[in-house]
């Protein structure tokens, strides 16, 4: 099966810079990748997804990027706010028409963002 | 439109003992997930559904059973709970028209096992 592997475990960024966290994926079948949020005892919430058929798609201060010959993506922000403090996990799915099989997580990025 | 919510929040069971989650929502999604979520661990899929009447085993399935009875519900059975089940579980649902789609997540069932 999908095998997600998802670094760093802890990212602490000053308020204002950028972080990024990196995820890879095992079967090229795969074709989505959501990114979720979590804060602590809520559920996690999408915050962006990106499909094999584009490199990079951008939201605000959010972008991901996907490469699929390497076999991995990372999540971009920008000007980070301390709201952005939370918990990220990366996932992939190969999510054909006729039987979505549910998604593969990462471990979790928990981002700190120092004032 | 409440979404997907989950019943009930929290529950704390004995060993041996047995219980049902809940899972119910309104956006008419075909598809359904049960996740359980541990420290560090991330979410690994326990079973889903892709229709009424249908389920499939996910990643880590062992103890529990579903069924998916009527489009909107899909129960998670546990028929003899144990320690290693205490966890966070969280159910989600999926439209599909023919990519994945977006999987939305209820606010999660907190299972202590002792």
């Known amino acids: 099966g999908e095998n997600v592997e998802q670094h760093p475990s802890t990212l602490s960024v000053q308020e204002g810079d950028s972080a990024v966290i990196k995820c890879t994926y095992s079967?090229?079948?795969?074709?989505?990748f959501p990114w979720y949020k979590q804060e602590l005892g809520k559920r996690p919430q999408l915050i962006i997804d990106i499909r094999s058929n584009v490199g990079e798609k951008k939201d605000q201060r959010i972008a991901v990027t996907l490469n699929k010959t390497a076999k991995h993506f990372s999540l971009h922000i920008t000007e980070t706010q301390p709201e952005d403090s939370a918990v990220y996990f990366c996932?992939?799915?190969?999510?054909w028409g006729g039987g979505a099989d549910g998604l593969t997580f990462g471990k979790g990025t928990h981002l700190i963002i120092q004032p | 439109n409440a979404g997907v919510t989950q019943t009930p929040k929290f529950r704390v069971l004995k060993t041996g003992q047995s219980m049902t989650l809940l899972c119910a929502q309104d956006?008419?999604?075909?598809?359904m997930y049960w996740y359980r979520q541990d420290p560090g661990m991330g979410l690994r899929l326990i079973h889903y559904s892709v229709g009424e009447g249908t389920t499939a085993k996910g990643e880590v399935p062992d103890g529990y059973n579903v069924s998916r009875l009527k489009k909107q519900n899909f129960l998670l059975g546990l028929e003899s709970a144990a320690p290693s089940q205490t966890s966070v579980y969280f159910c989600?649902?999926?439209?599909?028209?023919?990519?994945?789609?977006?999987?939305?997540f209820g606010p999660g069932t907190r299972l202590l096992v002792l």
């Open positions: 989600a649902s999926s439209s599909t028209s023919g990519v994945q789609e977006t999987q939305y």
């Open positions: 079967d090229s079948a795969s074709n989505y």
């Open positions: 956006m008419n999604h075909e598809y």
């Open positions: 996932a992939a799915s190969m999510g």
